[in-house]
């Protein structure tokens, strides 16, 4: 299984890694608050560090699917990214606090659909573009 991973760049590989990392502290905040709320004072649920999971995120999908669409022409997975950063616009305009969870659940699963989409899309490629190793 390793092997069917192994071209992707490490950029690629990093920008798979912070959408997840982002999908999970979302879905872990509220049960870390439940069970410990000495914890919600970290760094680690702090809303600096949320702005720069999710910054990181976004910058990294942008600059690498924008690349594969210019490569490929498959518009699907800018169009997860482009519902990744509405589900966040809709947070930051709408959403109470206590939802906040949920968005950044939906967010980081949009942007992972979109890595996979993508990939999906590279592996399917029978264009003569090298892979990089």
Same mark, same amino acid.
């Given at each position: 299984?390793?092997?069917?991973?192994?071209?992707?760049?490490?950029?690629?590989? +990093?920008?798979?890694? /912070?959408?997840? $990392?982002?999908?999970?502290? &979302?879905?872990?905040?509220?049960?870390?608050? /439940?069970?410990?709320?000495?914890?919600?004072?970290?760094? $680690? /649920?702090?809303?600096?560090?949320?702005?720069? *999971?999710?910054?990181?995120?976004?910058? %990294?999908?942008?600059? %690498?699917? /924008?690349? @594969?669409?210019?490569?490929?022409?498959?518009?699907?997975? +800018?169009?997860?990214?482009?519902?990744?950063? %509405?589900?966040?616009?809709?947070?930051?305009?709408?959403?109470?606090?206590?939802? @906040?969870?949920?968005?950044?659940?939906? *967010?980081?699963?949009?942007?992972?659909?979109?890595?996979?989409?993508?990939?999906?899309?590279?592996?399917? &490629?029978? &264009?003569?573009?090298?892979?990089?190793?």
């Amino acid at each position: 299984m390793y092997k069917r991973y192994k071209h992707l760049l490490p950029v690629e590989k +990093m920008g798979l890694f /912070f959408s997840i $990392a982002c999908a999970i502290h &979302c879905l872990t905040l509220p049960i870390f608050l /439940f069970f410990a709320p000495y914890i919600a004072s970290s760094f $680690a /649920f702090t809303s600096t560090f949320e702005w720069i *999971l999710v910054s990181t995120s976004f910058l %990294l999908a942008l600059i %690498l699917l /924008f690349q @594969d669409y210019k490569r490929h022409r498959k518009p699907l997975p +800018m169009i997860y990214l482009g519902l990744a950063v %509405l589900v966040k616009l809709i947070e930051v305009l709408w959403a109470k606090n206590s939802f @906040d969870w949920a968005f950044g659940l939906l *967010l980081g699963v949009f942007i992972s659909i979109a890595y996979w989409v993508n990939y999906q899309h590279k592996v399917a &490629c029978t &264009c003569k573009i090298k892979h990089q190793a």
